[in-house]
């Protein structure tokens, strides 16, 4: 990293600056310029004594040169991260579909969307128990309920199930019926959450928070990480901004920086990106266009009807025709979308 | 709530969507606007409908009238709520002043900066043994040890102490020691943390957080509140926005806004707030100066060296500067900075 | 509108403001809630009302139900708006592709860069002769010298030439050397200047400001609209928010937006969109995927000593790769991306 | 400048790398770390280079050491800027209050709100002539007519008039009547304007772009700056960010920031900055408390009848209540509120 200091810095701040450096078991490299000294610190030491270094005397500020993350990034592992399960496959040449409701509301909801999303070529079949809902008076998912339906729901048509687990305390249970694990925008920063998700084993799906850096995000990820577990699918879902219409705002530009600077996959969420059930299909598509290994998006029998989300989900047909449109935009790119496994015939 | 329908809205829409709020128990009240129809809908129910109508038919928008709190609405509670606990009044005309370091480190550090805080003027003692870091190679807390030396400062000054949770299953061994739980920016949405720390009716020092909208602050105060425990104090820590010269951006506006709708008292924090030591004393009088029922700032012997935060910690020197002043601001808003209630002396 | 009266508001005041909405000339309506009363305001008027209605005695808040903008909308004109300017078609099956470099700098790069640009396929030429700089001591444009040179590439190659014009009182000058005229991000509220843009009747492209809403997007449209100029496309070039890993944040989720409301042409802008050239073919890619009506990129022969947005630039070679895959998203999509009229030969 | 290799770079992309730095006639000091080889440019010369650096072969980034405005920095004036104009001074110990109508509507209007204004202890009066409104159906101000009942109520109280001026062909016109130019926030990057208000040498009164960084205003002071003009004001007016609840968000700490880093005086406009007039008198008092060198304010005689802004504007009474806090305040900080010389009497 790089210690800045003031323009009227004086030689002794500068030595004790340096003597600081060096302290921390890092090699201190002084340049002297016209309008200013920096003091380069040299060694395998990242981040962590840059902010006690920025409070020292005649300190402009600090800049780090080295990324925060350590294992997701591309520079420790340049081959992409393929995240296998069942019927699932996402990164590289593949394309993972994720379709289903917000909340698991009934077995006839469920049964019949996840046929409809096996019909139309999705490869993986999301849907929530446990919902954090903002309001406490919202309808708060059906827990181990809906975790049974959705295991019916998978039994019936071969397609793995993605659900969001929100408590430590209930990921033994969740990973009883998921196939993946889902870690919503709101607990992006949940660690114990991080870590007890990761200690499962099973695949993670890990949505960036409303407010989240891209380091923050792979850090977050590396919580993950670090408890030897390798599978971790990244996934933008918008960030808040001052555009109020739109439900958050979907920066794709997201994936090809990520795959610039990580292995891992990343998944691209345009319902809740965008908030409007009329914009989903066209950044769906967008989104593959834009790299993304994956795409989740919220459908619906009647989305008029749905207890939550309904104004962001598709019709059966609407997805459809999303699906058709997202499998040319696969092909002029050379990927594919394509069920993983053989898997149970319905 | 206000249904808008589209410009080219059929009239069998326009029945439909009538039909669908009378199906939700409300009364349906259409008004045929020169351009456009708007069905006004009137009842009991807020928000929780709002999002399935959005996606009906012919509709256009969906225009919440009523705001989705209760309990902490000031409609429903006129007067100001005051927390005390101890050494700590806030609220109406006491303004709470809690100061310490980020995060416990030694039993050394913990007293001389619990003495110094007492020694200002402070009326509370903060201090954090469960860190929720950023990074996973970040410095994580001293735990439990910390909390004893929270309490053994607590000992020598009277000064009751302010410590953060960060997951549910801590929450009853933070309550053994410590006497007002904070919840943190990034945990605002565990509704899990929400609903434990409120079962243990110790006051609740609720951070907004960084993407937080007022209203799911608000929100976020019902969860504790509609445990039953009234003791929650909002915290305006500062939001994420494009600017990069300070580490978050603090908008002061929000005071005086939320004392127009929330009984519950507003503190400011300065250090998150701003990310530079330089900037907080101008930013905690400006706070008092909005309204501000508390402040709570990060204070360290030596900041140099602090395992955390140190850019944004004040000296002792520092933190008495910034007392002196704030208590000139109080007195000309009329209000005080005091001890609560007479405590054991060191 | 709706003017929503606060909880408490007195049957003295509703009355007022129903006098208020009467003496505007609009139709008043009061809805009597069980919790607040709202008082819908009908007539032709629009926004212009709307602020002095809130600062009323007892009013909580005016909602407004119409859009603010008229001529741009498509419920006033339901088909799709084409501009076509000589090489140049922008707009339902037609895509145009706008390339160049970020500064007019010299003959040889301002040839040598349109030829390439004609090689690869794209149908307009860009370059800056007037360029906004952030700082006075950058480089700040050849001016007239520039637009000479932009004319002679358009000799050459038959593209035709879309450049800025910064100043109003350099419209004139620019448009004897234009076909088309940029209005950049920081001037979109340049009223002045949209209205002599308009007045020249060439097609103007306007950039939408880093924080502006769709509303005030389209309300700077209408500004030259309003002059009789029908030939406006609207351009996305990003949006100003927390994220600093790139330069702007791109919310392509504008594109189909703006679609529903509007029937003008939506070029992105991806070279300023995201500030890295690594990340522009794929957002370019995204953005005709978005259903975007046109692409305007950063070309130029050696990026590394252009006088402004090197790193932003494409080299020749990667535009031809980026020309190729948005052909291929292009007939995914079922549109073109072809010289709109026959044009001189080189 | 720090220019940052990638970890992967080639000894020949880092020779590559040192010449160019050397051909900018720049000092090249190259580090190599553990990880990654940096390059420091150490030289006059600043950030002009710094983007096509970036796209040199082999680079990751380029991290500027030094600020990019010069003649605005305090390193290169230490002692703050005071600009004293009749009876308005702003700076150092002196706090300028300048208030009046959004927009001059009539004679009446006019004369009677600077009657109120003077009364109150204001020291100052705005109004505006030239109005950019963000409709082109909007009121656009009533131009020379209420550059003249201006002037008449700088006749009648002696107060100094600060005016907006919108277009750089307006602004002879303008200086006649006005004492102070005021540059409005969507013209922060009007280059031309800049430098046509800094060539009439009355002060300048330059407000912060709704999404402009600190730089950005500083390099656009600095447009002023450069023509010779010495006496810049700086405004925070408030930024665009996420939140709904304010029309725009204060952040104050760019107070104290500002005060840092340039010897221009900062003045604050609570009524822009929150958009709504219960908000205004806390967020003055919180601005002077902050160390802001002035305040602007919207005054009435009715704001419900105001042609604009009038929820954010204060009634005659109001304004009194907030000039007595703001005396409050200022006494509190040691700084005071007068009329900067002696004035006609009225």
Redesign the interface.
């Known amino acids: 990293m790089?210690v800045?200091m003031k323009?009227?810095a004086t030689p002794e701040e500068i030595q004790h600056m340096i003597r600081?450096v060096e302290e921390l078991g890092l090699k201190a490299?002084p340049?002297y310029?016209?309008?200013?000294t920096?003091i380069?610190a040299?060694?395998?030491k990242?981040?962590?004594y840059r902010?006690?270094?920025?409070?020292?005397?005649g300190v402009a500020e600090v800049?780090p040169?080295?990324a925060?993350?350590?294992v997701a990034s591309r520079?420790v592992k340049p081959e992409s991260t393929v995240v296998r399960c069942g019927s699932l496959a996402v990164g590289n040449s593949h394309i993972g579909m994720i379709a289903g409701p917000c909340s698991v509301e009934s077995e006839e909801q469920m049964i019949s969307t996840a046929r409809a999303v096996k019909r139309a070529g999705g490869t993986a079949l999301r849907g929530g128990a446990f919902k954090?809902?903002?309001?406490?008076?919202?309808?708060q998912g059906m827990k181990e309920e809906g975790l049974k339906l959705l295991a019916a729901a998978r039994e019936e048509t071969g397609l793995v199930v993605v659900t969001e687990v929100?408590?430590?305390?209930d990921t033994d249970l969740v990973a009883r019926y998921a196939d993946v694990l889902q870690i919503g925008a709101?607990?992006m920063?949940?660690?114990?959450l991080l870590e007890s998700a990761g200690q499962t084993h099973k695949p993670v799906l890990l949505k960036r928070?409303?407010?989240a850096?891209?380091?923050?995000l792979l850090?977050a990820a590396?919580?993950i990480l670090?408890t030897g577990n390798p599978n971790v699918m990244l996934c933008e879902r918008g960030?808040?901004?001052?555009?109020?219409?739109?439900r958050f705002?979907?920066?794709?530009?997201s994936?090809?920086?990520l795959h610039?600077r990580t292995h891992l996959p990343v998944v691209v969420d345009p319902s809740h990106?965008?908030g409007?059930?009329?914009?989903v299909t066209?950044?769906a598509?967008?989104?593959?266009?834009?790299?993304a290994d994956g795409v989740i998006v919220e459908v619906h029998p009647n989305?008029?009807?749905?207890?939550?989300?309904?104004?962001q989900?598709l019709t059966f047909e609407q997805f459809g025709h999303m699906m058709a449109?997202c499998r040319?935009?696969a092909?002029?790119?050379g990927r594919q979308i394509t069920i993983n496994e053989s898997v149970k015939k319905p």
């Open positions: 790089i800045v323009r009227g600081r490299h340049i310029g016209t309008e200013r920096v380069a040299i060694g395998e990242r981040d962590e902010q006690s270094l920025e409070s020292g005397p800049v040169i080295l925060p993350y350590k520079e954090p809902r903002t309001s406490p008076y919202a309808f929100v408590a430590a305390e709101r607990n920063q949940n660690y114990r928070g409303a407010a850096t891209m380091d923050e850090l590396e919580y670090d960030i808040r901004t001052f555009e109020s219409h739109t705002t979907l920066p794709l530009a994936v090809p920086y610039e990106g965008t409007h059930s009329s914009l066209p950044m598509c967008a989104a593959i266009a834009a790299g989305p008029e009807m749905a207890l939550s989300d309904g104004y989900s449109l040319k935009m092909d002029a790119m």
